[in-house]
């Protein structure tokens, strides 16, 4: 859970960090696990330090928590539109391992550290594609409650992902 481990509500903040900062295992300010705006709000205060400057907002940056996971959702549902209909025994298992190691890498740690308990509590489900499309949909809705967004309707998930909306 972001709010509870390694933010600056945790712990007293080394130096002058935003409210809500969090920090990496290295106890660093987090790029993958903060949004631009927490960095931009860190950068203008330490400018302000200095001179009454604007921070400028870059395209070209380390991506952030929201930039991070629109990419990944993407590459996993494009997994799940591009996965056989009818796996075989090692598309299964590579799948399946791919999933475990994905939420091992995942550059957010608290965003992993979730997605490894939800994995384990819910195994994904890899037999077809259109199993694997609703469990990675599901999985999906998951991390979308917990940030309080709308819940998708995962009967759509091949429209979304795969064929495009039917008109
Ligand atoms: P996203 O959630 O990125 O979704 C992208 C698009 O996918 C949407 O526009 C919609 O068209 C479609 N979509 C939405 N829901 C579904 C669904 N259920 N099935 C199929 N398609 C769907 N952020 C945090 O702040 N805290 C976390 O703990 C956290 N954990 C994450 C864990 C994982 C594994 C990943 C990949 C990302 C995580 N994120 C987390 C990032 C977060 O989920 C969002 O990606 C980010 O907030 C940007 O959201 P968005 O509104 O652009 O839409």
């Known amino acids: 859970d972001a709010g509870a481990v390694g933010t600056t509500g945790d712990a007293p903040p080394p130096t002058q960090l935003p409210k809500g900062m969090i ?12 949004t631009k705006q927490t960095f931009m709000n860190f950068a203008a205060q330490a400018k302000s330090k200095k001179a009454a400057a604007i921070p400028v907002m870059r395209k070209d ?4 928590v ?6 990944t959702w993407t590459l996993l549902h494009s997994i799940a539109a591009t996965y056989p209909t ?8 590579d799948l399946k391992s791919f999933m475990g190691l994905f939420a091992k890498l995942y550059p957010c740690w608290f965003c992993a550290e979730d997605f490894q ?35 998708f309707d995962c009967s759509k998930w091949q429209e979304r992902w795969r064929t495009g909306w039917k008109d």
């Open 23 to 34: 920090l990496g295992k290295d106890g660093k300010p987090c790029r993958a696990c903060n």
């Open 66 to 71: 929201e930039i991070l996971g629109r990419s």
């Open 61 to 64: 940056c380390p991506a952030d």
């Open 86 to 93: 009818t796996p075989t025994p090692n598309e299964q298992n």
């Open 117 to 151: 308990r939800y994995i384990k509590k819910e195994e994904p489900r890899v037999s077809t594609r259109d199993e694997f499309g609703n469990w990675l949909c599901e999985a999906h809705n998951e991390v979308n409650k917990k940030l309080g967004k709308p819940t």
